[in-house]
């Protein structure tokens, strides 16, 4: 057999597939491994399997599933390590610290390093995207000041990002700074006709804060343009 543990003949069957459906092969027999109980042959394809798709964009998943199979058997340091070996430069750095990030908080209930593994993705390239998930992570946290923070920063790199402005306008909504809210979601929807949830949520806000007009008239507008 191969270091992935898959005997030949199987390799052969597999070698004509795509890398991605051969990845995908490797995963779930590395789940049906575990599944009977046989923790170390399936830590051994998926090590196997992770050194075999070394610096495609499959590394990732062995990478991300030998640590989700170390957690699941207790041995949440490991798990963590995996995931905190993958340097920044690799093109999986973003998938692994999402996934340390994840594995923090659910284990360890540890908001801080959940936190810490999103700064650590706007740290090597702060843009709209790593800032819109550290935003969503904050939220997550039940932080909106840290939300509404990132995602300010996001929407001046990406303006007309309707969908920007909808979170934005959900994080002031939590923290009750409902003028704001409202200032973000009238500018976005004038902006953005066609976004239903920006129109939706801006009715609700009115309906909310009891300006019933104000929620007709939104209302009605989605209605003329057929929304």
């Known amino acids: 057999s191969d270091p992935t543990g898959v005997p030949k003949s199987s390799s052969k069957a597999i070698a004509h597939i795509t890398p991605s459906e051969r990845a995908a092969v ?7 491994y575990d599944r009977r109980s046989k923790y170390d042959e399936a830590i051994k394809v998926l090590q196997g399997a992770l050194n075999s798709f070394r610096g495609t964009k499959d590394e990732a998943s062995f990478t991300i599933a030998l640590s989700e199979m170390a957690a699941k058997h207790g041995d949440v340091d490991h798990a963590l390590a995996i995931l905190r070996s993958v340097p920044k430069t690799a093109s999986h750095f973003l998938r692994a610290r999402l996934a340390l ?3 923090l908080l659910r284990e360890r209930n540890d908001k801080k390093g959940f936190i810490r593994a999103h700064k650590d993705l ?3 390239q702060e843009n709209e995207s790593t800032l819109t998930l550290l935003g969503q992570a904050y939220m997550q946290i039940q932080d909106p000041d840290g939300a509404i923070a990132a995602f300010q920063q996001a929407l001046k790199l990406s303006p007309s990002n309707s969908n920007l402005s909808l979170q934005l306008g ?3 909504v939590s923290t009750h700074d409902f003028s704001r809210a409202i200032e973000y979601y009238r500018k976005a929807a004038a902006a953005d006709n066609a976004n239903l949830k920006l129109h939706i949520a801006l009715a609700e806000l ?3 804060l009891q300006k019933i007009d104000l929620a007709k008239d939104v209302i009605t507008r989605i209605q003329a343009d057929g929304k």
């Open 26 to 32: 490797f995963l779930e027999q590395a789940h049906i």
């Open 206 to 208: 009115y309906l909310k």
């Open 170 to 172: 959900e994080a002031l």
């Open 101 to 103: 990030g994840r594995l």
């Open 122 to 124: 706007c740290d090597v």
